[in-house]
């Protein structure tokens, strides 16, 4: 999304075929050991040498970077009194000599995907290698993020419905009393609040995602989305799990692995915490040019 929206024509004839054709995987390189939530306080260093940039610094919990052939990188080209206005991106290739990829994490859930930190140590990359203008990085990133938010509610809202299915099945093939627990008024009201968590999680996305693909500003619609989406998540694991009883504390039945896995999509892409903080500025924004 970057290269599309900021990248050189260079950049883009370089980079789009070899990604879209799957022969080119990316990663994106934000956070850092001291800066999550906080990304204007990022630390990473891009010093002009000339031609060139240097870099260092250390980049942690990186998605794909296992696999990556190409990160992008969000460095400090200003002073840290500057924060956000002095962070460039550059584009980084796996083999440039300074960059180092670390094992991958060991999760407690989404074992799927792999997370590892990516270190630059004196990693020269040419000046024309820095995405967008210089300064610019910051603001790149946040618009990628909207996008990022957005897609994370749809993985939320799928994993809802999945979720869904499984207290559904459960409940109508177990049995106690000499009935199958579906026929529980408890038990169908857990399942009616899921469901109807997941119908308004999966409008809340198609809206936002309308919005987002005719142009307009969606910075505020997919933190509510985010937020929502991944919260309700966690609200519909926590009840699945419990129609499941103590089946679903063990590994025989998916839910096992999909309460570890939904855990993850309140943190990942900005917590829920930082959601509402967006919500919350871009509501008083609003209210003032009102």
Not at 7 to 12: K, L, S, Y
Not at 123 to 150: I, K, W, Y
Not at 220 to 229: L, P
Request: net charge neutral; hydrophobic share 40%.
């Amino acid at each position: 999304l970057g290269i599309i929206n900021w990248g050189t024509e260079q950049q883009r004839e370089n980079y789009l075929p070899r990604i879209a054709s799957g022969l080119l995987m990316t990663s994106f390189c934000l956070t850092e050991p001291d800066s999550g939530s906080d990304a204007a306080s990022l630390a990473t260093q891009a010093v002009r040498d000339g031609t060139h940039f240097v870099l260092n610094g250390t980049k942690r919990f990186i998605t794909n970077a296992v696999h990556a052939g190409l990160f992008t990188v969000f460095a400090r080209t200003g002073p840290k009194e500057a924060r956000s206005a002095g962070i460039s991106a550059f584009l980084v290739e796996r083999d440039t000599p300074g960059l180092t990829v670390t094992k991958p994490y060991e999760k407690m859930g989404f074992r799927g995907s792999h997370e590892s930190d990516v270190i630059f140590e004196d990693c020269r990359v040419p000046a024309s290698a820095m995405l967008g203008p210089e300064g610019t990085g910051f603001r790149n990133a946040m618009q990628s993020l909207d996008h990022a938010r957005l897609n994370m509610a749809a993985v939320a809202t799928g994993q809802c419905e999945r979720l869904i299915d499984e207290g559904v099945s459960y409940a109508i093939q177990r049995r106690q009393f000499g009935r199958p627990i579906a026929d529980f008024q408890m038990i169908q009201s857990m399942l009616a609040d899921s469901q109807a968590e997941a119908f308004a999680a999966r409008a809340m996305v198609e809206k936002a995602a309308r919005d987002k693909d005719q142009g307009g500003n969606v910075t505020m619609e997919s933190a509510c989305c985010k937020y929502f989406a991944t919260e309700a998540a966690g609200r519909i694991a926590d009840r699945v799990l419990q129609i499941h009883g103590g089946a679903g504390y063990i590994k025989d039945y998916p839910i096992e692995r999909l309460y570890r896995d939904v855990r993850l999509l309140r943190i990942y892409e900005g917590t829920s915490q930082i959601q509402q903080v967006i919500i919350a500025r871009e509501m008083l924004r609003a209210a003032v040019v009102q």
